[in-house]
């Protein structure tokens, strides 16, 4: 069977070590679900990932792939899979109007939008249950950096304010064909019982924005575009952004939406 080329636009680099594969399969926590749980993979490429899935009885295999020779090559060696398949992209595709609850993601995920779909499905937090996603090695460590590291920022917090974030093992770019430049990692992210922050969610979000945008100040200082105030007092605003947790975070915000609710 004819190989599918990597295509650079998609920013392909298909793995190639069967053992990485069969391990990111087994990656999956299946064991905090009471029932068989619909699995999505995203971007099945060659299928590599794809074959162990297929075979494991605890889960409903989906994949959504927009490469249409991927899709054709998918759907030769792996016929069974045909009706799920989905031929769109992922950063476009309706979550949550096709799938509604316990949905695990899994993945290797295209470096250069991977942020992108960790957003969308935050996004989409009410039915993503489970992630398990291979990235850029500097990616998965800045998402399960904890609090008071360099590498600790704006996707630290807004992910691990709604899943308890776990680094499970770094992958070699000689696993890749073609071969990336960096090195890889995967993660795994399984949602906590966090259902709503206790503050208000899009001020969370610009907060959390502008005070990291400009980490080197106070937060005192990097709040300004949003209170320029002398009144605004407290002795959080001392302190830079990588050394606030989620929970502080959830505070500053409280503290910025009484002020200027005053």
Same mark, same amino acid.
């Given at each position: 069977m004819k190989f599918v080329k990597a295509k650079k636009g998609l920013g392909q680099h298909f793995l190639n070590d069967i053992s990485i594969a069969k391990e990111i399969s087994q990656s999956i926590d299946t064991d905090i679900y009471t029932k068989k749980t619909i699995c999505l993979e995203i971007g099945p490429g060659m299928g590599v990932l794809t074959q162990f899935l297929i075979t494991?009885?605890?889960?409903?295999?989906?994949?959504?792939? @927009?490469? *249409?020779? !991927?899709? !054709? +090559? #998918?759907?030769?060696?792996?016929?069974? @899979? *045909?009706?799920?398949?989905? +031929?769109?992209?992922? #950063?476009?595709?309706? #979550? !949550? %109007?096709?799938?509604?609850e316990n949905l695990i993601v899994i993945g290797n995920f295209p470096y250069n939008i991977s942020s992108q779909i960790l957003f969308k499905l935050l996004e989409n937090k009410q039915i993503v249950s489970q992630i398990v996603c291979m990235l850029q090695k500097e990616v998965a460590e800045r998402i399960t950096s904890p609090p008071g590291k360099k590498k600790y920022g704006i996707l630290s917090v807004f992910l691990?304010?709604? +899943?308890?974030? *776990? +680094?499970?093992?770094?992958?070699? %770019?000689t696993a890749f064909t073609p071969p990336p430049r960096v090195k890889s990692a995967v993660i795994r992210l399984v949602r906590n019982d966090t259902k709503k922050l206790d503050c208000d969610e899009s001020m969370f979000y610009r907060v959390i924005k502008t005070t990291f945008n400009q980490r080197r100040k106070t937060i005192r200082n990097s709040l300004k575009p949003i209170i320029n105030d002398k009144r605004f007092n407290d002795e959080i605003l001392s302190k830079r952004p990588e050394q606030l947790s989620v929970k502080e975070f959830v505070y500053l915000t409280n503290i910025v939406s009484e002020f200027k609710g005053l």
């Open positions: 494991n009885k605890n889960i409903d295999f989906h994949a959504i792939e @927009i490469d *249409e020779e !991927s899709t !054709s +090559y #998918l759907i030769k060696k792996y016929p069974e @899979i *045909e009706a799920n398949l989905i +031929y769109d992209d992922f #950063l476009k595709f309706r #979550l !949550s %109007e096709n799938f509604n691990q304010a709604y +899943y308890k974030t *776990e +680094y499970l093992f770094t992958v070699d %770019e």
